[in-house]
């Protein structure tokens, strides 16, 4: 029986919000990409800081170093609570409250030349600032509201004239105060007396700047950061990070208003030090006293999203499992472009497409690169789960199994090696003289006369860390004794498509059940339904694990018979024809 989630809110889950949510980022120049993690990061996000607000405002504080989507975090959250919630939401940039050119012009006569350069604390109007949010937060007078808040010209270094001022008629429900030292602390004195850049050694070699900022912080600006009920943080994974992304800033600055505008890589390297010693301190104090934490990877995706609390808001989200060999792939020659449709169209609803074979993992490697497929793959019948490196696992799940780190992936052993197997089978081959030939025992000229696979993929399929796959040359009697002790021994023979598999005590449900509980700890506020397809009886344990089962035409025409309660669907034709079938009468299903 397809799960499902004890309370939910269905416009979320309906492909014409998911479609309005595309339009939204296509006419605000935001990455399309980032609909992707509308279900599990955008959405719960939004529904927690919904659940927040009860009858009156609430100031939500925003961290993130420079160039991590504070602003771009913030726009969604608007556009998503006013159009899931029907909230109003309103955005105040602490870059918006800097203090004018002339002003800290006076403050670099006065107490360090340091403090001409906007951005640190002590650079800000936070009595301006606690007004305006106290303003927004406690309106006296609802129903005739009006208040202007500043914007800083950034361009010409100073803050724009009042005409300018962006005017807010409506008391806000939600407060976003983001800004990259929003929530910053003050550290102990003597933590300072050490330059941590050549900007405070050679600027600021009496510790007389960074000195102020650190007073600032403790003592001024509390009152602006006391004003918020609940942090949110967006973590980058390092300074160095914050330094390219920072750069990439003045990049697009200049594509969009010239040459002339923003600063050289050399004057970002520059400026980015007046920032460096609150922004480390940050990266490594601040998760904890945050309420929420977006994790964010090299290229500023969310990798994973901690909130406070499980929400009973939760939505349904699909995984679909594959096999390869005689379901996405034709059986004889490896075609796969019958599929492609059905492919292309779970891509676009943002289903993980997760094969799930008797390939290597240099086999099903070369053929994500060739799909574009970024999902985690299991390989070898469920021995090895690879989980692409920036893909966080939970520590809870890394306890009982063994991970390596192979070629940009997380490879994650649920089995056993193939050392030990290969072992396993001479000791029983010289005990019993059971006649069976091993992959280990062909060469790759031989592995593709068996499988029809052209020499370098048949080379792929004999690079295997778990498996021995093997044909079997005796009589039906030796092979019931040879199951017997390989199971004996503590290992699992399966047959597939064309060959036996001898492998730990593992099958193709053993991946799925792991990656489940992957998926539900990095996005916990999601039900994950899943789908899978295949042909072979080694896919019997992946077909009965799933919500959905497609059961494609074997190579002699015939359906596997599940004995499970879930739902089977028997496509027609074989092959990948059979699964652009089975695939396209899942999505029916999931979408009605």
Known sequence: MIKQPTCMDTKIQSELFAQKFTQFLRKAHYPESLSKQLHTVYYPLASYCNQLHQNKPIVIGVNGTQGSGKSTLCHLLTWLLAHAFYKKSVVVSIDDLYLTKNERQQLAETVHPLLATRGVPGTHDVELGVSLISQLKQAKYPADFSLQLPIFDKAVDDRASESEWQTITEQPDIIFLEGWCVNSQAVEADLLDKPVNPLEKEQDPHAIWRGWVNRQLRCVYPALFDLIDVNIMLKAPSFDQVVNWRIKQEHRLKAIKGLDAGMSDAQVATFIQHYQRITEDNLARLP????????????????????????????????????????????????????????????????????????????????????????????ENGSLVCVPKEFKIPEHLKKDVQINLYDDYQMVNLGESVEAITQLLQKLKRKYHFKFTGFSEL??????????????????????????????????????????????????????????????????????????KVYQAKNPYVVWNTFSAGDSPNDFAMLSETDIAICIRDANGEHLELTSSNLQINPLSQGSTGWFEGVTQAINIILS
């Open 443 to 516: 060469t790759a000229e031989e592995v593709a006369q068996a499988t029809d696979l052209p020499l370098y993929k048949a080379k792929m399929a004999k690079q295997r860390f778990a498996s021995e796959p093997l044909t079997w040359q005796d009589s039906e009697e030796k092979l019931q004794r040879f199951k017997h002790e390989i199971s004996d021994a503590g290992f699992t023979l399966l047959k597939g498509g064309r060959f036996y598999h001898v492998l730990g005590q593992v099958n193709k449900a053993s991946g799925i059940q792991w990656l489940q």
């Open 288 to 379: 904890a006293l945050s309420d929420a934490v977006l994790e964010l990877d090299a290229q500023q995706k969310v990798t994973h999203i901690e909130l406070p609390h499980k929400q009973n808001d939760k939505f349904t989200h699909w995984l679909m499992f594959s096999d390869l060999d005689g379901s996405f792939l034709d059986h004889h020659d490896y075609n796969y472009q019958a599929a492609m449709p059905a492919y292309n169209e779970l891509q676009r609803l943002n289903i993980p497409v997760i094969f799930n074979t008797s390939k290597t993992f240099a086999e099903v490697q070369a053929f994500n690169i060739e799909l574009e497929n970024n999902a985690p793959f299991v390989i």
